[in-house]
């Protein structure tokens, strides 16, 4: 087998959506999964999937099984990171719905015990966000901000709050395996 890579997953958020993705493209051995919202946004964002397939894989929610899920059973991943992610999917991880590619990702991912790193879009009450105009100030809801709550409570899962902090979990990972 070769050597384990990282899966990394967008949703529909744009939140510092170009600082996540300029961060990933520095990574080796990672595959990029995509929600059907997460491909809206990058085209939102002016983002391109084409270029984005020059540089790694690309795997689009196109299935209704997940195919590529079974990739955890195998040892292929030894890491998942959703970034930047919705609140809707953050509830339905916390439901335990895995209704879509990234939900059963990241469902599978926990019960083969890969850790996951989770870039949360509604971390405050009151933050800043980007849109693709520009920056604009946001107020996540309670029920928003307790998905977020509840999903840091989850077994071989870590929040994080901000890319840098998301960059350095992620490195501090990648540096443990070595």
Known sequence: MNKPRLAWAITGSGHYIKECLDFLLTLDTVDLYLSQAGEEVLKMYGISTSELRDRLPVYRDKAASAPP?????K???HTFVMA?????TVAKCVLGIADTLVTNLYSQAGKCRVPSIIYPCDIAPEMETTAPGGKV???PRKIDLEGTEKLRRFEYTQVVESVDELIIQVNTR???LQ
């Open 69 to 73: 899920v079974g990739h955890f059973y």
């Open 84 to 88: 930047p992610t919705t609140s809707n």
């Open 174 to 176: 990648l540096a443990g």
């Open 75 to 77: 040892g292929y991943y």
């Open 137 to 139: 100030m946001v107020y």
